[in-house]
């Protein structure tokens, strides 16, 4: 449905005030906006990797750039800093986040590569951004901080680090918003690849986006069973929401970064944005950041 292709798109929001999906190319350093309606992308330009957008309650979104919290104003393209972290890790910036039940922003970072498939290990660690402004860290030694969402009674906490290629469980306090007691969930198969984005649904199934695998899959957090794949036309899959007026259409991000010239030849796709429909499943609205 998005032809613009991104570097790196990711961390898709469905915004129902807007009836328009946001999300980001990190390596573009770019907040982006597109309309179903008019089918325009508008962008707004920063000036950091930008790893994750969410929505305020009071208009306007909450990301994380670089190694810092931020308001976006999507009107004046203001952008206004809350917090900077890991100011002593030069390399590390934020990666995926999402809003939690009470209006918190959960974000993790990651160590960049320093080369092709060179980065340092457990540099990253998961924050939450009260609506107070006050930051507690979750998790630490984090390699890429990833794909979260919270089970439809608020009990658990989902979280994904990349390179343990599964996702985890945690106990989760809706009061507090602490997270605990981890514990695997699933771990993905070979042709899978590596876990990214994740959403949940309306009956409480988590879908899971495959970077380098081309797929989406379901899996059951009750039983730790995939019961589903969706594979797509491009490898790069790194995220996913669902979205449209009744939550009934999955939108789906993908990256050409990362694909050597022969390979984006034979791959036209990489780094545009995909619908799915018939998945006989909703999704549910996204939580706004209480502040």
Not at 151 to 179: E, N, P, Q, W
């Amino acid at each position: 449905v998005v032809k613009e292709k991104n570097r790196m798109g990711e961390c898709p929001v469905w915004e129902e005030r807007e009836s328009a999906l946001v999300y980001v190319d990190i390596n573009s350093q770019k907040v982006c906006r597109w309309s179903p309606l008019t089918n325009e992308v508008q962008s707004v330009s920063v000036d950091a990797r930008v790893g994750s957008v969410a929505l305020r309650q009071c208009g306007g979104y909450v990301i994380a750039l670089g190694t810092r919290f931020a308001f976006l104003d999507w009107d004046t393209q203001a952008v206004t800093t809350i917090l900077e972290l890991e100011q002593d890790k030069l390399n590390n910036r934020f990666n995926d986040g999402k809003v939690d039940p009470k209006g918190r922003f959960f974000a993790g970072t990651m160590a960049e590569e320093t080369a092709p498939g060179v980065r340092a290990r457990r540099q990253g660690a998961l924050y939450t951004l009260f609506p107070d402004h006050s930051v507690i860290k979750q998790l630490d030694q984090v390699d890429i901080s990833n794909g979260l969402d919270w089970s439809l009674d608020h009990r658990t906490f989902f979280h994904i680090d990349s390179l343990t290629y599964a996702v985890h469980a945690f106990s989760y306090d809706v009061h507090t918003g602490k997270i605990a007691c981890p514990k695997l969930l699933y771990r993905l198969a070979k042709e899978e690849h590596m876990p990214d984005g994740m959403c949940i649904d309306a009956e409480g199934k988590l879908w899971v986006a495959c970077i380098d695998g081309g797929r989406v899959i379901r899996v059951d957090p009750e039983t730790g069973k995939r019961i589903q794949t969706v594979t797509l036309p491009t490898p790069r899959i790194t995220s996913c929401c669902f979205g449209g007026k009744d939550y009934s259409e999955m939108y789906v991000t993908s990256a050409y970064d990362g694909l050597d010239e022969a390979t984006l030849a034979k791959e036209p796709h990489a780094g545009e944005i995909f619908k799915i429909t018939g998945l006989g499943v909703k999704g549910i609205p996204q939580n706004f950041y209480a502040a």
